[in-house]
């Protein structure tokens, strides 16, 4: 979706170095997403925050972190306690409305140098 | 909370044959259905969606059918193209987001 921007499309981590992915939107979407993809595998969400100020932990938030303090950014850290990060990342937004459906960003690509 | 199942893992067709990929859920507080098709390295993108008082939902090639009382739902590929082989996820929401684990989709030639 051209409204949410991921950057970088790539990035590599040194071994004891925290990492921040960004996730910015132009939609006005309340909520927002973070979900981790190893390769051949389904989405796991992270972290999400439905309003500004506010965010929840989801299925695999250890060795994470995120702040929303703008409603356009929800910027995600991966840091060095997370063991495994090499991963693609994948932020998404939704209206925050229900049943509406999430619209996902290009991805970052972690890996470990 | 919701668990969402999603079969097969790998599916391939001929080209011009059809693809059926079904899922099925647990919480019957999920009203919100929603397929997404991941091309390799690319973002999820949604292909169809289909909420709890429609039994199903068409889009030229492309069809989702819902059994609430079942608790599954099916995405229906018809006709076939190379440009179809993706991955496919389904999802199912109430007051949030489950998503299957995601159909490795071939069509051949």
């Known amino acids: 979706d051209g409204g949410i921007t991921q950057s970088p499309k790539y990035l590599f981590r040194k071994e004891g170095q925290n990492v921040t992915l960004s996730c910015e939107q132009n939609?006005?979407?309340?909520?927002m997403y973070w979900y981790r993809q190893d390769p051949g595998q389904g989405l796991r969400l992270i972290y999400y925050?439905?309003?500004?100020?506010?965010?929840q932990k989801g299925d695999i938030a250890e060795g994470y972190s995120v702040s929303r303090e703008k409603k356009e950014s929800f910027p995600l850290t991966v840091t060095s306690a997370q063991k495994n990060p090499t991963a693609f990342y994948l932020c998404a937004t939704a209206t925050g409305a229900v049943n509406q459906p999430q619209h996902f960003g290009d991805g970052t690509r972690l890996s470990i140098l | 909370g919701e668990n969402v199942e999603q079969h097969p893992s790998t599916l391939s067709v001929q080209e011009g044959d059809s693809a059926v990929i079904k899922c099925t859920y647990s919480d019957s507080a999920s009203n919100y259905f929603p397929w997404y098709k991941q091309e390799l390295g690319k973002r999820p993108q949604l292909i169809i969606d289909?909420?709890?008082?429609?039994g199903e939902k068409k889009d030229q090639r492309i069809a989702v059918t819902l059994n609430k009382t079942a608790k599954h739902f099916s995405l229906h590929i018809t006709e076939t193209q190379p440009e179809d082989s993706a991955v496919y996820f389904c999802a199912a929401s109430g007051n949030q987001f489950y998503f299957g684990t995601g159909t490795s989709l071939t069509v051949i030639p």
């Open positions: 289909i909420r709890s008082n429609v």
């Open positions: 939609l006005n979407h309340d909520a």
């Open positions: 925050s439905q309003i500004v100020n506010d965010f």
